[in-house]
């Protein structure tokens, strides 16, 4: 069992620890107390409806000045010293979770505007938080032990379902910027979430389609589960397959790196897996990211997207919780840039085919202490993964954690 400790920073936000299993680390009010002089939290953004999309548009000008990679001994995510008054005040920690101090959504909440068009503007409401995986200023999460990765899956997967219960509350999206040519803020490995008053563009469009097929289906299958199953029949963009999650290349990868990882149950969210599922997933996921580091004599930059099912009466039933691990990385020194076709018009082109990038990160050596148990090894390129019938265990369509 992970500890949870919850207290408040000096202007009010929400600081939880979350300390490794087993972890015997004291906590007390003095030791989680925030002594700085903050100024008081300012008022939301505002959300701008764009009627020539139908799309939500996040208007934070006070984002502008936000701490921007600062040196390693002014890193506010480090924990605190006499020298270096952090976001986290305590002198060590495993896994902290705060809201964000310049957030692009909140701190209050409630519903965008109804029927809205041309002008019609809001209060950004929302919650943006902050997650920090290690108090160690350096690495990354492909270098934490099995432990920590846990710690970190119960952080996703304790805040995706309190931010889910929030008034206004439609999409709650966990996710990891790595690398500096993704754009990150503070070198210190660290993710977000964000939980927000309406359903994204991407969440909005993957939602009516999963919903479309869920129909058609009768509500006994759903868009997800049926890749999968596509996926594992064909084999030849597989990476990986476990007791739980499976791994693979999508048949329509968008960029030049692109990893799916989708438990083998339709659950909607991070906070529906099981004790097993989490285990497991801990174990996966640090898996992947180590033979994405492995392509090149260089760490990957990426962007790691945890899609849960949105807080949604129509959409919620057919969503099942995948990550979708995407890089821009084309070459040992190469970035693919969206230009005219990607960035303008949405359609996007690839410069390889899934299927080699499939091959190549089931070749890639990752180190024995997570390497996939023996026992579900990675897909031989050869042999087409088994089809799995609708019904098979640990495929259960219709099925609502």
């Known amino acids: 069992m992970n500890h949870i400790t919850s207290t408040q920073l000096a ?3 929400e600081l939880l620890y979350f300390d490794d299993a087993g972890s015997t680390r004291p906590r007390s009010v003095e030791t989680t107390r925030d002594h700085r002089d903050l100024p008081p939290r300012g008022e939301p953004g505002e959300v701008r409806f764009d009627a020539l999309t139908g799309e939500w548009v996040a208007v934070a000008a006070h984002r502008q000045t936000r701490t921007h990679l600062p040196p390693a001994d002014q890193c506010p995510i480090c924990p605190t010293t006499d020298a270096n008054p952090s976001e986290i005040p305590a002198p060590d920690y495993d896994v902290a979770v705060f809201e964000n101090r310049f957030p692009s959504l909140g701190p209050a909440l409630g519903p965008v505007p109804d029927n809205p068009g041309w002008g019609t503007t809001g209060p950004a409401f929302g919650r943006c938080e902050v997650v920090t995986f290690t108090p160690e200023h350096t690495g990354s999460f492909s270098g934490l ?3 920590r990765a846990r710690t970190v899956v119960e952080a996703w997967a304790h805040r995706t379902a309190a931010l889910s219960a929030l ?7 966990p996710f990891e910027n790595r690398g500096a040519e993704i754009g990150v803020t503070l070198h210190h490995p660290h993710g977000q979430i964000y939980a927000y008053p309406y359903v994204t563009p991407r969440a909005a469009v993957m939602g009516a389609a ?11 299958q759903t868009l997800t589960g049926s890749l999968l199953r596509a996926e594992r029949e064909d084999g030849s963009r597989m990476i990986m397959e476990s007791g739980n999650f499976s791994a693979y290349v999508p048949f329509a990868a968008r960029w030049p790196l692109e990893i ?6 339709q659950v909607p969210d991070l906070a529906a897996l099981s004790g097993e ?3 497991e997933l801990a174990h996966v996921y640090l898996d992947l990211l180590k033979r994405l580091d492995a392509l090149y004599p260089t760490p990957t930059p990426y962007i790691s997207a945890w899609h849960q099912a949105p807080v949604d009466d129509l959409l919620r039933p057919a969503g099942y919780l995948h990550l979708q691990l995407t890089s821009p990385r084309r070459a040992a020194d190469k970035l693919k840039y969206l230009a005219g076709s990607e960035a303008a018009m949405g359609a996007f082109i690839n410069d390889t085919t899934p299927e080699l990038v499939a091959e190549r990160l089931r070749a890639v050596t990752v180190p024995a202490s997570t390497a996939i ?6 897909i031989d390129p050869a042999s087409p993964a088994p089809a799995l019938a609708p019904s098979a ?3 259960t369509e219709g099925a609502h954690a």
């Open 11 to 13: 202007d009010g936000r």
């Open 260 to 265: 799916h990882l989708v438990p083998n149950r």
């Open 210 to 220: 999963a919903r479309k097929f869920y129909d058609d289906a009768g509500g006994l």
């Open 373 to 378: 148990d023996p026992a579900s090894p990675a």
């Open 167 to 173: 008034p206004g509350i439609k999409q709650v999206f």
């Open 277 to 279: 599922e989490k285990d």
């Open 393 to 395: 265990p640990g495929l």
């Open 145 to 147: 032990s099995e432990t």
